[in-house]
């Protein structure tokens, strides 16, 4: 067994201070005064439950160019789900009524916008709820809702494809390249993490790879959206189960070049693309947004607010199942499998994913041309990291 990597090791070993590659540099983004003095009296808290740490992703910064997000912003009492869960159903039923509104008008493009923000809008409000809360199935369903209505009023730029997996259909997002007949691209498949939802997301991220010349496909990988909340399909530790499915599907596809296939996994994603790695050879190249090596370390015990939201998607009954079941979900004797090129973000002050995972999967990937990539994790959304991503597959997969 290797040996584990405690913070004085990691900070020698220039963690949170070194890049393999490109020179990007830059400080983690910066947190408004007012979360910052919130978190000093809560987080870590010794001698509390879970080590007092509360939700800090329910929290939304005022600086945005959106104003129903900036009135939230307002409004929203930080860490409290409650109030996180009422003020984005809020805001998103006030969309609804507009694109309501907008349709009966005949505004189908301004109706279509609507639905979209709506949908959105539902996503966050869904996002934290848990498996025991009443409005979670119902608020999930207005995100399903929203999204389809959204979908049917202009050609969307994707394609929505069931793939068979375990005798039931993973639902996807496939965006093609709109190329000549006879031609294939390279394609690169999204992996999410805990909190992971298909529908309502980010509409910027499939564009930088179709941009690029590379198909994209985003899932709802089991663990994640519909399938844990509807189907109760739950995530296993060998996802290499889930890529095969998913991979098994891309090469059926004339428009696909079986041979330029990518894996992008982010955040529980971060341990789950480069475990795919180890046993699908198809996978031609891995990035990580948030690289991690062993769940139990770098996350369940890394972030106890997570614990619970863990345990539902993996299945488990109970917490203790739930921290037992997690030490099925390592790298532990496999990393030195992956062979494909290996891109590992991480960020310095990652406070829900462990950083000296990221470090370790890049110690023990040996057989592997890796990288690392600083500022790239929970908390973090600088632009030129997503699209230096993008331009590392394009380079990997050959893209045009």
């Given at each position: 067994?290797?040996?584990k990597?405690g913070?004085?090791?990691a900070?020698?070993?220039g963690l949170?201070?070194?890049f393999i ?8 983004g910066?947190q408004?005064p007012q979360?910052?003095d919130?978190e000093k009296e809560?987080y ?9 740490q ?10 945005h ?7 939230v912003a307002l409004?929203?009492?930080p ?5 996180w869960?009422?003020e984005w159903?809020?805001?998103a ?9 907008f ?5 189908k ?5 609507s ?5 959105d ?6 996002l934290?709820l ?6 979670m199935?119902p608020t999930y369903n207005?995100l399903?809702e929203m999204f389809?209505k ?5 050609r969307?730029p994707?394609e929505r494809v069931?793939?068979p997996?375990?005798g039931?259909t993973?639902?996807a ?10 031609q294939?691209?390279?394609v ?9 939802i298909?529908?309502g997301?980010?509409p910027?991220i499939?564009p930088?790879y ?6 994209y ?14 189907q109760?399909?739950y995530?296993?530790?060998d996802?290499?189960?889930v ?9 059926a ?6 041979n330029?296939?990518?894996l992008?996994g ?5 341990y789950s ?6 046993a699908e ?10 690289g ?8 369940f015990?890394y ?10 998607l ?9 921290r037992r079941r997690?030490g099925e979900?390592?790298l532990?004797g ?6 494909c ?5 991480y960020?310095?002050?990652d406070?829900i994913?462990?950083p000296?995972?990221?470090?370790r ?7 592997s041309?890796?990288e ?6 929970h908390g973090?959304r ?7 991503i993008?331009d590392?597959f394009?380079?990997q997969?050959e893209a045009a």
């Open positions: 067994m290797s040996p990597i913070r004085r090791e900070i020698k070993a949170g201070t070194f590659g490109r020179g990007l540099t830059g400080e983690a910066a408004i979360q910052e919130m809560l870590p808290a010794p001698g509390l439950p879970g080590g007092g509360l939700e800090i992703r329910m929290f939304q910064p005022a600086e160019p959106d104003p129903d997000v900036r009135a409004r929203v009492k860490y409290n789900l409650e109030s869960h009422a159903k809020q805001v039923g006030k969309n609804e009524e507009l694109a309501v509104q349709e009966s008008e005949g505004r493009v301004t109706a279509h916008e639905y979209r923000r709506a949908a809008f539902y996503r966050r409000a869904v934290y848990p498996q025991t809360d009443a409005r199935l207005k399903e389809d959204a979908w049917k009023l202009v969307p994707f069931g793939i997996y375990q039931q993973l639902q997002l496939y965006y093609p390249i709109r190329s000549a007949a006879g294939s691209s390279p690169v498949y999204n992996l999410a993490g805990a909190d992971g298909l529908l997301g980010d910027g499939a930088q179709t941009s690029r010349g590379i198909a496909i985003d899932l709802d990988a089991p663990g994640h959206g519909g399938s844990l909340r509807l109760k399909l995530a296993p530790p996802s290499e189960r890529a095969k499915a998913v991979i098994d599907y891309l090469v596809r004339p428009d696909v070049d079986s330029r296939i990518g992008h982010s955040s529980m994603g971060g693309a480069p475990r795919c790695a180890t050879k198809r996978i031609k190249a891995v990035a990580v947004w948030s991690a090596f062993s769940l139990r370390e770098d996350l015990d972030y106890p607010p997570i614990q619970d939201r863990l345990r539902w993996m299945g488990a009954t109970d917490l203790a199942d739930a997690t979900f390592t532990e496999r990393a030195g499998q992956i062979e090129p290996l891109l590992i973000g960020n310095k002050d406070r994913m462990d000296r995972g990221a470090l999967l890049h110690r023990e990937a040996v057989n041309r890796r690392m990539l600083e500022g790239v994790g973090e600088r632009f030129e990291l997503r699209t230096y993008a590392w394009a380079k997969l």
